[in-house]
């Protein structure tokens, strides 16, 4: 159906699922360590200027 670069274009989708799926997996694993480490400077008393009263 797609002639002879059905192996160009099927390795092009395969390698841009792969790269998102790592992309995404990145973001997350990053948000995880991010969200420790807030939690563990509020621990230390250190807060965010957001959570600040005026």
Same mark, same amino acid.
């Given at each position: 159906m797609l002639g002879p670069y059905t192996g160009f274009i099927a390795a092009s989708y395969g390698v841009v699922i792969l790269t998102i799926g790592i992309l995404i997996a990145w973001?997350?694993?990053? &948000? =995880? *360590?991010?969200a420790? *480490? %807030? *939690?563990? %400077?509020?621990? =230390? &008393?250190?807060?965010? =200027?957001? *959570?600040r009263k005026q």
């Open positions: 973001i997350m694993l990053d &948000g =995880r *360590a991010q420790k *480490a %807030l *939690a563990e %400077l509020e621990a =230390r &008393g250190i807060t965010r =200027r957001s *959570a």
